[in-house]
Nanobody, 112 residues
């Protein structure tokens, strides 16, 4: 069992930055590919970025070049650094371990 807790969301102006964190319980964090997903109002949840167990990273085209995913296995934490934020990045952001375990989500609102 893995429990995930996201933090770092908030209100930011277009062009601004935020860093999301996802803290995981359990000793097997390093064995999971970790991912960030998001869900905007009225839309389906979509994949944003992933980082595998050897630190290869993958991004959705919509965030490539603006978002950076990273992990710290010693801290059981995965991060999502978001820069050059756009209005359309507004969503609840969720982290996932192996697409099996999910956090409760953190709200990111981009607004002027």
């Amino acid at each position: 069992q893995v429990q995930l807790v996201e933090s770092g969301g908030g209100l930011v102006q277009p062009g601004g930055s935020l860093r999301l964190s996802c803290a995981a319980s359990g000793r097997i964090f390093s064995r999971y590919t970790m991912g960030w997903f998001r869900q905007a109002p009225g839309k389906q949840r979509e994949w944003v970025a992933s980082i595998n167990t050897v630190d290869n990273t993958y991004y959705a085209d919509s965030v490539k070049g603006r978002f950076t995913i990273s992990r710290d296995n010693a801290k059981n934490t995965v991060y999502l650094q978001m820069s050059s934020l756009k209005l359309e990045d507004t969503a609840v952001y969720y982290c996932s371990a192996g697409s099996q375990y999910w956090g409760q989500g953190t709200q990111v609102t981009v607004s002027s």
